[in-house]
């Protein structure tokens, strides 16, 4: 394979606590396939070849044999555990922390498997073909651009929860179309009377609001960045136990110091997604319309 040919990294360390189980596991498809299995089944079409797995120790082999069955002879397939002691050599994890480092904690974790440009999906998020493909063709076609990156944007509306609050990336971009402020909040949900708002402020957000749903084009210097910025974090807040590394958090520092542009794309796929125990009726029904309109056979693999 051409090393310089873009790779997937699929976040999929989560414990589900707010599902009340993994999610990575889950079967939803009429076969029990698992949203990464349709997220891989896009993937591979639109042209990745090299996937890497952010997973945890405690389940790292239940997933690699089950991705392995099913993809690990149409793609190059790895694995690398995101862990709390998992960090710059030199720093250690307090004591007493269980929370996770955070969305960049965990693209970071895979610096050692990736010297070219690649793409960051959720496991637990279905972000239909068009996005994979509309991914896939930016990191192509900037492939030795290192200094630009994208990110797949989706309408706030079509990305709320029936059945809880969620939390989202809110985009902003300038007349170009290059990203000015990515601003992660928490707790967004539909209000009695229709609006969308943000718990505790009641902040509310137009429905056409460009939101990230952690999907992500980023050039190999992002490992630089992130190394750096990382220690820059661990340095203010490694005491702090609820603190988290978030990619946006890292964009927006590098939007602001003009280190990199970031393109929005806008995707006009159909987003849905697991948060709660209640969204898997509802998953499951859609992808049974997804298969009766003939976007994906019956059995994927």
Partial sequence: MQSNSPSLIILAAGMGSRYGGLKQLDSFGPNGE?????SIYDAIQAGFKKIVFIVRESFQRDIEARMNKHWGQKADLHFVCQELDVLPEQYSCPAGRTKPWGTGHAVWVAKNLI???????????YYGKEALFSLYDFLSEKINHQQQYAVIAYLLKNTLSENGSVNRGICLSDEEGFLTKVEECRGIHKSADGKILMEQTNREFKPDTAVSMNMWAFGASYFEFAESEFKNFLNRSISDHSSEFYIPDLVQYLIDNQKVQVKVIKSPSQWFGVTYQEDRPLVQAAFEQLIRDGKYPAKLS
């Avoid at 010297?115 to 998020?125: A, K, M, T, Y």
């Fill in 115 to 125: 010297r070219e440009p690649f793409g960051v999906i959720n496991s637990d998020d």
């Fill in 34 to 38: 698992t949203i990464i299995d349709y």
